[in-house]
């Protein structure tokens, strides 16, 4: 069999570019939006993006986004930009754009602004035009997002705010954040994921002991010896930065090897028949999907660079080997008995789909195995119909493609039409409604 590795200079696109941006008002993040709203959004990142464009096309501009950094996309690219990722997984077909409307869609962006891309990033379009898998550079990304957001007057209607509690009643919804109250008909959880703590059997639970940390967290400079501790893209930019620095790395893999992938999920997933697969199956069989398809993996592009490195004796990979304990001072001891230590570990243990347990009452979330119940024609929960979730939560309704930007566009089609439904009958401001409440 002949196996393709494709060249590890794709992932150097450059960032920072200044591209020509469309004009936004200038609004003073401090003030509180407007009591109430048509439609509230908690969370702009790529999905609450996605959901606001949307139902701007829908005629919905009576939207107010609520976001934890007050900025659309800050989490999803200030977490790239931490681990120094210049390229997307995804590739250009997956965009947080609105289908079936004249937008301009990522491909269209990227080659409007061919002036600017680099040779390399040049061929990926050709790539992309041609119908093969292409690379995405991060910072095409970052400012078509911008775009969007500026089409879509997203950034007028965004504002900083950490919701603490989301009470639905039959007639409205209120959001509960730390400076302010919004009430309105519908509700759009965009929470994405949070990072997936370590199990409270390695050094019982809380901030994690000295000289470890989380991979979202910046990390200390200085240390010749870095441990890494996990199997998915994250150690591997980890991995790549450490060595990049001149430091040993000692990597932890818990299963008996690494897995080299394009996508993080199943290609097959992306595309109506991937997803039908997915329909057509019971709770049980979905669960055991999501177990097969939701593991991690590497971009093909970081194999040489690994290999060489472990080659070089640059890299130890454990490989096979949980981990049992870890203590001050990086100390990381395997199930074997082993304990490596080194001058830092940082721990890259994936994500956890935010499915709105600490913002609506249990009863409403209604929890099963990790994940809400979901009208999976509206994405609404099923107790709670004028709340709706985009992105990782809609897991089980879409499958494991739910948590990348393609499903956040497929989840963002059902929700934005059904809102824009039940809008449409529903004639009384939202002022009277909670008047009657
Ligand atoms: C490093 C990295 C690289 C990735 N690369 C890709 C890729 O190439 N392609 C791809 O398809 N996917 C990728 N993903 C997956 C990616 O996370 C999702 O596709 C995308 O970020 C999810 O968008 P989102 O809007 O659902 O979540 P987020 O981008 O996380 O946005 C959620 C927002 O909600 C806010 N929020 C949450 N709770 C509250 C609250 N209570 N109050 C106020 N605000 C709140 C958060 O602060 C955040 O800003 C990547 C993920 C990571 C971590």
Known sequence: ????VPEPHLLDSPRGRDWPRLRAPVRD???????????????????GLAVASALWHHGVRDVVLLDRAGEP?????????????????SPYEHHPGVEGYRDCELLDFARLHWSRLTPVE????RMAQAGHRSVVPVDVFDAYCAHLVASHHVAERTWRASVREVRPTTDAVTVLADRFTVTARHVVLCLGEERRPAPESWWGGGRPPSGVSYWDEPLPRGGQRQIVVGA???????IGNALAAGREVHWVIRETGERFQCADVNSTFFRPEGRARFDRVTWDERLGLMARFRRASIMFEFRPMLERAEAEGRLVVHRGEAVTTV???????????????????????????????????????????GWPSLDERT????????VSVVGAAAGMVLGPAARNIDGHRVATARVAAAIAGRLSQESVAPQRVVARV
């Open 1 to 4: 069999m002949i196996s393709f």
């Open 122 to 125: 040049r061929r990926e379009i």
């Open 232 to 238: 998915g893209l994250t150690a591997a930019h980890l």
């Open 73 to 89: 996309c800050q989490r999803f690219f200030g977490r790239i930009d931490l681990l120094g990722q210049r390229v997307l997984r």
């Open 29 to 47: 993040q401090d003030a509180a939006p407007p009591p109430f709203a048509e439609v509230a959004i908690v969370g702009a990142g790529p999905a």
């Open 327 to 369: 203590a001050d001072g990086a100390a990381v001891r395997l199930d074997g008995g082993r304990v490596i230590s080194g001058d830092l570990a940082v721990l890259a243990l994936g994500t956890a789909p935010s499915i709105g347990t600490r913002l609506l009452p249990p009863d409403l979330v209604a929890e099963r195995d």
């Open 379 to 386: 994405l609404g929960y099923e107790r709670a119909p004028r």
